[in-house]
């Protein structure tokens, strides 16, 4: 049934005869019949707002439903990082660049747009321990989080580990379509232990799968010709390496730790003259 413009405008008569307190009480019993928990809570102050700044009736609606819009959007964001299973907190404004000149604000930054996940492409971070490769990973992945993507944080052994299980309970197919869905998938500590070829095989199978079709980013300790020391299989390995390094952006960290440089710096008393 259809609802005629002038019984609309006849039910928004009926209601001209409100008192200011009836009005208040039908404003919050609708705000929590639409579910609209912002505009319940900010409308008094709106009101007092729109008044002194002598709003029109137009401008008035329009700040309360951006003030929704908005809280709304806040709230999705800080859902979409959650739900990624970040380890802890890491923020790209965080990042001490003069510490690590191997890496180059501006390429990060240019990451930080997220362009390369509406592509598709991986990411490659590779270098030593302490040299930010998980702090970029994870700031990255929560820029992406703050941009609508769907992200999802693993480190490879857990994922490695989970695919095994799921495989041994027939629920692989469901794992990997799950895996493959997100629009960004960040692997942390590839590199960092020995895996057997059925393990290496299943991780082919989540790369196959989002391939050219949804980014991935990975943070590795070993460059590209040690990594025969975690994938055994040289063939494997070369599939392997060739799916994450096709179109991908590879940033190298170097070798000098600046996690302990900070701390040993931290931790040194000077000497003062006699």
Request: aromatic share 6%.
């Amino acid at each position: 049934m259809t609802i005629s413009t002038s019984h609309r405008q006849g039910g928004l008569r009926r209601r001209h005869s409100l008192t200011e307190q009836a009005a208040q009480a039908a404003i919050d019993q609708a705000c929590r019949r639409l579910r609209l928990p912002t505009i319940r809570a900010v409308v008094d102050d709106a009101v007092a707002a729109a008044t002194k700044e002598q709003l029109t009736y137009q401008g008035f609606l329009a700040e309360l439903l951006l003030a929704e819009v908005d809280d709304r959007d806040r709230s999705s964001t800080l859902r979409r990082i959650k739900s990624a299973g970040f380890p802890r907190e890491k923020w790209l404004v965080d990042f001490d660049f003069t510490a690590n000149p191997n890496i180059n604000p501006a390429t990060i930054n240019e990451l930080a747009t997220g362009d390369w996940i509406r592509r598709g492409d991986p990411l490659c971070l590779i270098g030593d321990s302490g040299t930010g490769k998980s702090h970029l990973l994870i700031a990255l992945g929560t820029a992406a989080a703050e941009q609508g993507y769907r992200v999802r944080y693993t480190l490879a052994t857990r994922l490695v580990n989970e695919l095994v299980e799921a495989a041994d309970e027939k629920q692989l197919t469901k794992t990997i379509n799950r895996y493959g869905r997100v629009d960004l998938l960040v692997i942390d500590e590839l590199g960092y232990v020995e895996l057997d070829r059925r393990g290496a095989e299943l991780l082919f199978q989540v790369l196959t799968e989002r391939e050219e079709k949804n980014a991935i980013a990975i943070a590795s300790n070993q460059s590209f010709s040690a990594w025969t020391d975690t994938f055994t299989d040289p063939r494997l390995c070369a599939a392997i390496v060739d799916r994450l390094t096709y179109n991908a952006t590879i940033i190298e960290t170097g070798t000098n730790s600046y996690r302990l440089a900070h701390t040993r710096a931290r931790h040194h008393t000077p000497t003062t003259g006699a």
